[in-house]
């Protein structure tokens, strides 16, 4: 079966520019997460979804980033007025269900280069 | 908080020779725990989870960690490394705040194998 799909693979923008990143969980999982991995570093959370809600969105950086799942499956990530120390990768993740020991399953990610 | 620590940023074995990878937990609660691997331009995959089973676990690949709740570390290891275990290694701990079982990851150690 498919897995976890993220678009685009590169995104370079320009410092203020709006940027959406997409992301298709594989098909029924309910739980999907969004990550950030800087150069060197592991991935950060950022929010997690349960169906259409966020139900946590406690690692979003500021209120430049939004994210949303209207149907419950895919999601985007909102990135307005960019800045350059947003430039990093951007991992999702579902999993079936949002238990402790549920396998997250990522995507491939989003770099995102903002000049 | 519960927070996850990979000592050292790389290491480099022979082919054919023992690998060790490092990872100790911080957790007030019985943790749930993962090692990921990373090659490059792709998405994490999971290697194996301590989910309070068995404390040896295996996982793909020849990998394999054991849990150790006196010394608070789950080690990763394979017996004899293969040039295509070359890629960065993550430790997670899952923890759950509310209804969010969100990972937080080590910094990664990247793992080279020498011919």
């Known amino acids: 079966g498919a897995g976890v799909s993220q678009t685009p693979s590169n995104k370079v923008t320009e410092k203020g520019k709006y940027v959406e990143l997409r992301c298709d969980p594989i098909?029924?999982?309910?739980?999907l997460y969004w990550y950030r991995q800087s150069l060197g570093q592991g991935p950060e959370f950022l929010i997690y979804?349960?169906?259409?809600?966020?139900?946590?969105d406690s690692g979003l950086p500021n209120d430049r980033f939004f994210a949303v799942r209207p149907e419950g499956s895919v999601s985007t990530l909102k990135i307005q007025r960019t800045e350059r120390g947003d430039s990093a990768m951007y991992l999702c993740?579902?999993?079936?269900?949002?238990?402790?020991?549920?396998?997250?399953?990522f995507g491939p990610g989003t770099r995102l280069l903002v000049l | 908080a519960q927070s996850v620590t990979q000592l050292g940023s790389h290491v480099s074995v022979s082919e054919g020779a023992l690998v060790l990878l490092r990872c100790n937990y911080s957790?007030?609660?019985?943790?749930?725990l993962f090692w990921y691997v990373q090659y490059p331009n792709q998405g994490l995959q999971l290697l194996l989870k301590?989910?309070?089973?068995?404390?040896l676990v295996k996982g793909i690949n020849g990998f394999e960690a054991e849990f150790k709740k006196s010394e608070t570390s789950f080690h990763l290891t394979k017996p004899s490394a293969h040039m295509s275990d070359a890629a960065e290694y993550f430790c997670?701990?899952?923890?759950?705040?509310?209804?969010?079982?969100?990972?937080?990851f080590g910094k990664g150690i990247t793992l080279s194998v020498r011919p």
């Open positions: 993740a579902s999993s079936l269900f949002p238990g402790v020991g549920e396998t997250q399953y």
């Open positions: 098909s029924g999982h309910t739980a």
């Open positions: 979804f349960q169906g259409t809600g966020a139900a946590d």
């Open positions: 957790s007030s609660v019985p943790p749930y």
């Open positions: 301590y989910t309070s089973a068995a404390t």
């Open positions: 997670a701990v899952s923890h759950l705040t509310g209804a969010n079982s969100k990972l937080t």
